[in-house]
T-cell receptor, first 117, second 109 residues
């Protein structure tokens, strides 16, 4: 149980294009999903918190107009990198949180590696 | 916000050796998790452990919440244990995890 998928796993795009990344909780409903960014040999940095049916909450320094987040259902959140540039190249990871119960465990997707040429 | 630091940053072990990884955090936590990030980038949940001790096979973890640290023990290490180990913590509401700096573990034959 508690499986989170991401699609695509890897994407290469040209500078100026937009890229959409999907995050799905496969066997549970996620009240909250989180989006992280990881640079090579670095830790994960939280970008935003996505709650179903409401606007995402962005961390300080994250451009909300560049990184559009939509959480349309309890099993799907999407991150769209708009007008991508080479500096947006990174490893993007989502996590899903079911809430309630005896633990507050977050479960992570396998990540999406974005390369902007 | 909460600060999370891990030590050591790098660790090289011979197969079969034991090791202890440490995670220090700067505030009271309501969530603390340990993860193993494999070479393909997947974060694998190891423990949800805001307090107390848990064991799972060759791995065990202890969190002393009052002293604001957590330890991850790896016994009889194997080459498949190689990768980066992260602890992550959250405080207050919102369940936002702050990740530590990570420990890069390499287990050699």
């Amino acid at each position: 149980g508690a499986v989170v998928s991401q699609h695509p796993s890897r994407v290469i795009c040209k500078s100026g294009t937009s890229v959409k990344i999907e995050c799905r909780s496969l066997d549970f409903q996620a009240t909250t999903m989180f989006w992280y960014r990881q640079f090579p040999k670095k830790s994960l940095m939280l970008m935003a918190t996505s709650n179903e049916g409401s606007k995402a909450t962005y961390e300080q320094g994250v451009e909300k107009d560049k990184f559009l987040i939509n959480h349309a259902s309890l099993t799907l959140s999407t991150l769209t990198v708009t007008s991508a540039h080479p500096e947006d190249s990174s490893f993007y990871i989502c996590s899903a949180f079911a809430g309630g119960g005896s633990t507050d465990t977050q479960y992570f997707g396998p990540g999406t590696r974005l390369t902007v040429l | 916000g909460i600060q999370v630091e891990q030590s050591p940053p790098d660790l090289i072990l011979q197969e079969g050796a034991n090791s202890t990884l440490r995670c220090n955090f700067s505030d009271s936590v309501n969530n603390l998790q340990w993860f193993h990030q494999n070479p393909w980038g997947q974060l694998i949940n190891l423990f949800y452990i805001p307090s107390g001790t848990k064991q799972n096979g060759r791995l065990s973890a202890t969190t002393v919440a009052t002293e604001r640290y957590s330890l991850l023990y790896i016994s009889s290490s194997q080459t498949t244990d190689s990768g980066v180990y992260f602890c992550a913590a959250s405080t207050g509401g919102g369940n936002k995890l702050t990740f530590g700096t990570g420990t890069q573990l390499k287990v050699e034959l």
